[in-house]
């Protein structure tokens, strides 16, 4: 597909690296038998695929809340038509899958000054453990933003794809509540940028294939995808984000 909001990269993992951009692929023999075929229209990216609620709620004095659910109950039907979720596509049975990570990053420096409390909601594994706090770092759209990192501690088998061809992890629901946007007397927009990551050895552990650490980044919110209208499908219009935005970053 085209080019993303957000740049789409590849990037090896520590002796085992590969150059940038190297496209993860395994032999057609190799994958999961009687997957189904899908829809050309689908968004594949590469890592973890799937479609999240993200829904934002605006308080007064620049207070906002922000909930994540990648099961939410009658959200409706996902741009492309994909199910809710997270998981991933053409799944090797001879491949391994681990360090699935997920990362919001929310504009403003909240480790100085207001912090942000994460939550978890109905539903959300104990597999997701989190959030780690990071460090706050200027972003590619040149504003400041404070990460918060939940870790995938559940064994991803490749065996376990559904009948639709996928295969999910459990699901993701936080809630940050009530927390100040607040910096020098003015409101932040409630922009966020959303990273997701997961490291494929094509061949399991003991084959010459090299691991891959496969990620995609994209920023939502109020002031909409960045850099400002990137090429590519555009999952919602920057009105419908600054409400109830859907969200994909995949695989």
């Known amino acids: 597909m085209n ?22 692929s395994v032999p057609a023999v190799a994958m999961v038998s009687a997957a189904p075929s899908f829809a050309a229209s689908l968004r594949k990216d590469p890592g973890i695929n799937g479609w999240v609620l993200n829904s934002p709620e605006y308080h007064y004095f620049c207070r906002r809340s922000l909930e994540v659910n990648s099961a939410p109950s009658n959200p409706g039907p996902t741009p492309d038509g994909a199910p809710f979720g997270l998981y991933l596509y053409d799944v090797s049975k001879d491949a391994s899958y681990s360090d699935a990570k997920l990362v919001y990053w ?13 939550q978890t909601a109905t539903g959300h594994s104990a597999k997701w453990e989190g959030p780690e706090t990071g460090r706050p770092q200027t972003k590619a759209d040149g504003f400041e ?45 409630l922009d966020y940028w959303t990273y997701r990551e997961i490291v494929v050895d094509p061949d399991g552990p003991t084959g010459p294939q090299q691991p891959t650490t496969l990620h995609f980044e994209r920023r939502n919110g109020p002031s909409g995808p960045y850099p400002p209208r990137a090429q590519g499908r555009s999952a919602v219009t920057p009105d419908a984000e600054a409400t109830a935005e859907l969200q994909q970053l995949s695989s």
């Open 3 to 24: 080019a993303h909001s957000a740049s789409t990269t590849e990037s090896g993992l520590g002796r085992r690296a590969v150059a940038t951009g190297l496209a993860w």
């Open 145 to 189: 933003y404070t990460p918060y990192t939940w870790k995938y501690t559940g064994t991803i088998d490749p065996e376990d794809v559904k009948s639709d061809g996928r295969l999910y992890l459990e699901t993701f629901h936080v809630k940050a509540v009530n927390f100040s946007m607040s910096e020098n007397g003015q409101c932040l927009p």
């Open 106 to 118: 929310v504009r403003g420096d909240h480790v100085k000054q207001n912090k942000i409390t994460w």
